[in-house]
């Protein structure tokens, strides 16, 4: 089954939970945390004290996307019982085991991220160890870019390193995504798909919820 995350990074926050809500009522997968340090990405967001805000006030998953350096040093913040997947870039790691095995003895599952310009071999060596992939299809930073077709390329590649290998990785895309190519973005073989603009910016929350994954089940 395909999921659905939106990114809480194009929510209104001044009515966070409420945003949440309506995300929830839409009928999706998982809330998508996007942790923007100021260094690894030219901007900053939030931090966990926000995640942590929504405890208990929604029932859907955490999918933290940390795009911090030294994630090392933040990542306990983020474990909490709702939190499901923690994911660090590997451009932001210079120990990329051991900040993976680090997230593991956290009790979360742990997730490798690469931007758009980072080849599918970077991460190569860390495949038998992760339990999700995420690859982005913006540069990381900001809300509401346009997606960069070479990046959905390593999609299908990865798909099928994955399944040569007998691993069971998930496969998670994020950045640029509408819904006009959702339908598209699924079919080269996602497994979890992001989106912030398309579905905060709408008018009717859970309606644009209910259409990206009507199309990405199709
Ligand atoms: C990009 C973030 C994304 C972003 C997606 O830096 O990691 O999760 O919020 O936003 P849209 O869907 O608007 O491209
Ligand atoms: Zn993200």
């Given at each position: 089954?395909?999921q ?9 926050f001044?009515?966070?939970?409420q945003?949440?809500d309506c ?6 997968h998982?809330i ?24 208990g ?6 999918d ?11 990542l ?19 120990h990329?085991?051991r ?29 038998a160890d ?9 540069n990381?930073?900001f809300g509401?870019?346009?997606l960069?077709?070479?990046a ?8 099928e ?8 990785f ?10 006009e ?12 798909i ?14 644009r919820?209910r ?8």
């Amino acid at each position: 089954m395909k999921q659905l995350a939106p990114s809480i990074l194009s929510a209104d926050f001044s009515r966070l939970a409420q945003d949440v809500d309506c995300i929830e009522a839409g009928g999706a997968h998982f809330i998508h945390v996007d942790v923007m340090d100021g260094h690894f990405v030219p901007n900053i967001s939030f931090g966990a004290a926000v995640m942590k805000s929504l405890e208990g006030k929604t029932k859907l998953p955490f999918d933290v996307h940390l795009m911090i350096e030294e994630p090392d040093r933040y990542l306990e913040d983020f474990v909490t019982p709702q939190t499901e997947y923690i994911t660090v870039h590997q451009e932001a790691c210079v120990h990329l085991h051991r900040t993976i095995q680090h997230i593991r003895a956290t009790g979360v599952k742990a997730g490798v991220s690469i931007n758009p310009a980072t080849p599918l071999n970077m991460v190569e060596p860390i495949l038998a160890d992760v339990d999700l992939v995420l690859i982005m299809t913006v540069n990381p930073g900001f809300g509401g870019q346009k997606l960069i077709p070479p990046a959905l390329d390593k999609i299908p590649r990865l798909a099928e390193y994955r399944d040569r290998a007998g691993l069971a990785f998930a496969i998670e895309i994020d950045g640029g995504v509408t819904p006009e190519n959702i339908g598209l973005v699924a079919e080269v073989g996602t497994d979890i798909i992001v989106a912030g603009s398309a579905i905060f910016g709408a008018e009717d929350i859970p309606g644009r919820v209910r259409e990206m994954i009507r199309k990405m089940e199709k």
